[in-house]
């Protein structure tokens, strides 16, 4: 009902109302344990033995099982969502730059929270995960372009899933001696939001709308998913016959409307809308290369105009990751090896 699942089901509800495919031309297998490979082969196995053409697994552990597929049957097309494996033209991975939007939902937490207050942040994974350290650095580069002296404390649940641990780590988070003020969160129920609520504080939401659930106007905005855009095109792809020719694979960014945050609570604080939309400008504007990871630093006049400077981007311990005006790191960096917090963010254990 909300979460990552909820989000890949809405958007393959978008695709097939798009395309006019029929109900029983899109089969599902749900509730795959993604670190149960004997699971995950049968479930494929399944879905090859009802005919279908194009299989898309959505969690990051079922990678390895769709390439081995990908082998065993080269006229079957594979797509693998937030994984980086593929398969000469049958197999190929999807994720996009969702740390952008992380970066627009630093904005909001950061005007809401006290000049160099606390921010928390409740993760899957720590640094062995290039997509949660990303989506972590980025948010807090967000946080830093309107409260540049704040602390994001981050910590682990080394799990997607755990309900249990999301409330109670983002309950530890807003509890002394953090005391943050808003949680934000790569997992995937809406405990945080709820923990925030409950606090009488705020939150930032992930993978679908959390103002939707019982936290209501507490969740700031969510940062959202918008798979059908992929979906969609992936499944005309594979009609006309172009993967493995125009199309291999995708790597989505902003303009693309892959993803964005929601629209924003009557709880955020004045001028956030207007700074909010000054970066959407720029992640919109093809002819602007500036990106999150490099070492051109945003910040805001008191009018709200953007101002750039150039300024190094460093680890956490001081380590210059980029030089002073430098380019934004290579995605390969953002999505396969960014091993380290950046200055500003604090891991909590």
């Known amino acids: 009902t909300s979460g990552y699942t909820y989000a890949h089901e809405q958007g393959i509800r978008y695709m097939q109302r798009e395309l006019g495919l029929s109900d029983d031309q899109v089969k599902r297998q749900g509730n795959i344990d993604d670190g149960d490979s004997a699971a995950i082969l049968k479930a494929l196995d399944e879905l090859i033995a009802d005919g279908c053409n194009l299989i898309f697994g959505t969690?990051?552990?079922?990678?390895?099982?769709l390439q081995q597929k990908a082998k065993e049957y080269p006229e079957i097309l594979f797509s693998h969502g937030t994984g980086y494996l593929s398969y000469k033209y049958n197999y190929?991975?999807?994720?996009?730059?969702?740390?952008?939007?992380r970066y627009l939902s630093g904005i909001v937490a950061g005007m809401k929270a006290s000049q160099g207050g606390s921010i928390g942040y409740v993760s899957a994974y720590g640094t062995t995960i290039a997509e949660c350290t990303s989506g972590v650095n980025a948010f807090a580069l967000g946080v830093q372009t309107v409260?540049?002296?704040?602390?994001v404390y981050v910590k682990t649940l080394n799990s997607w899933w755990d309900p249990t641990n999301e409330k109670a780590y983002a309950e530890a988070l807003l509890n002394a001696p953090y005391n943050c003020e808003v949680i934000a969160q790569h997992c995937d129920s809406d405990n945080p939001p709820v923990a925030a609520m409950e606090a009488g504080k705020f939150s930032v939401g992930y993978n679908s709308d959390m103002s939707k659930t019982q936290a209501g106007d507490s969740v700031l905005a969510s940062v959202v998913w918008n798979w059908g855009v992929y979906y969609k095109l992936a499944v005309e792809m594979a009609i006309a016959g172009e993967w493995g020719k125009s199309f291999?694979?995708?790597?989505?960014?902003?303009?693309?409307?892959?993803?964005?945050?929601?629209?924003?609570?009557?709880?955020?604080a004045a001028g956030t809308q207007e700074r909010v939309d000054?970066?959407?400008?720029?992640?919109n504007d093809k002819n602007d290369s500036w990106d999150v990871f490099s070492g051109v630093k945003l910040s805001f006049d008191a009018e709200g105009n953007v101002i750039r400077t150039n300024a190094a981007l460093k680890k956490a311990s001081g380590e210059e990751i980029v030089a002073a005006g430098g380019a934004s790191v290579a995605d390969s960096v953002i999505t396969g090896n960014m091993p380290y917090w950046i200055e500003g963010v604090e891991y909590v254990a």
């Open 147 to 151: 409260n540049p002296t704040a602390t």
């Open 278 to 283: 000054a970066v959407r400008a720029i992640f």
């Open 59 to 65: 969690s990051f552990g079922y990678m390895e099982e």
């Open 92 to 101: 190929n991975n999807y994720f996009g730059r969702i740390y952008q939007a």
């Open 248 to 268: 291999g694979n995708y790597y989505g960014d902003y303009s693309d409307g892959l993803f964005d945050i929601t629209e924003l609570s009557p709880n955020c």
